[in-house]
């Protein structure tokens, strides 16, 4: 099992963080929340550990 790693590995957040409004850019409620929850899945499968997850599910929640 591999823990969560929360060490910050960008060069450039702040360039991360616009792409990740920029891509929500001109979609409705709905259509954000459903890219949002398909970016997840994507990166949850990336990671594909279910103890990591769920670690960055409760580190998210603020548990």
Same mark, same amino acid.
């Given at each position: 099992?591999?823990?969560?790693?929360?060490?910050?590995?960008?060069?450039?957040?702040?360039?991360?963080?616009?792409?990740? %409004?920029?891509?929500?850019?001109g979609?409705?409620?709905?259509?954000?929340?459903?890219?949002?929850?398909?970016? %997840?899945?994507?990166?949850?499968?990336h %990671?594909?550990?279910?103890?990591? %997850?769920?670690?960055?599910?409760?580190?998210?929640r603020?548990?």
């Amino acid at each position: 099992m591999t823990a969560l790693d929360t060490r910050p590995k960008f060069d450039q957040p702040d360039d991360v963080y616009q792409m990740l %409004i920029d891509a929500h850019e001109g979609l409705s409620d709905a259509e954000s929340q459903r890219l949002n929850a398909k970016l %997840i899945l994507l990166l949850a499968n990336h %990671i594909g550990d279910v103890a990591v %997850i769920e670690e960055a599910l409760s580190h998210a929640r603020g548990v």
